[in-house]
């Protein structure tokens, strides 16, 4: 693929799925564990700034703007294959996954919200809270997490690009550097 963002961005998808599935098959309640939240992102950490590294590699330079977009369409294109995917899921392979979810983060809420002193009244309150949410992957609930997830990745792009960039050289020429040119015949002879 000669576009890094695409090239990247498929990976990170990808890899995702992957990821998911797989956690899936161990065991659901891992897809809500802190330790899946963690993996999951660190590598829209990594896949970004490999997608900017290639990039800067072949352009020679990576101007802000360059490493925002180059960050952003790696998050973006993987956040609606993996939401499309996560869709596909809970609406057709596991169709009990949405209210199995739900009662892990009870379960899980339960016992943190024990260890934590709150006065029963408070827990139950905040119980209640959770279980009238709605953990349905409905198109409503897909739109809203693309929304969502697109600006969570142009936030996080925002910050990768300032590691990333590099300025272009004032005596720059897209096809080669004249001044490299000339130092590497000077070299020569």
Do not use: H
């Amino acid at each position: 693929m000669k576009n890094p963002s695409i090239k990247w961005g498929s990976y990170l998808a990808a890899t995702s799925i992957i990821m998911m599935l797989i956690i899936y098959i161990i065991d659901y309640k891992l897809l809500v564990s802190m330790w899946t939240v963690l993996v999951s992102f660190i590598l829209m950490i990594l896949f970004p700034v490999l997608a900017a590294k290639e990039k800067r590699a072949e352009l020679g330079y990576l101007e802000y703007g360059q490493a925002v977009m180059t960050c952003f369409i790696v998050l973006l294109i993987s956040t609606v294959v993996s939401m499309g995917f996560q869709n596909l899921l809970y609406n057709v392979i596991d169709t009990d996954l949405a209210v199995k979810i739900k009662e892990t983060i009870i379960e899980q809420n339960r016992g943190r919200l024990e260890g934590s002193g709150l006065g029963e009244d408070k827990i139950d309150e905040i119980l209640e809270s959770i279980e009238s949410k709605s953990y349905d992957q409905d198109f409503r609930a897909f739109l809203t997490g693309l929304f969502a997830g697109s600006a969570f990745s142009l936030i996080i792009s925002l910050i990768i690009a300032i590691f990333v960039k590099k300025q272009r050289p004032v005596f720059f020429n897209n096809d080669t550097n004249d001044i490299e040119k000339e130092l590497i015949s000077d070299s020569n002879e």
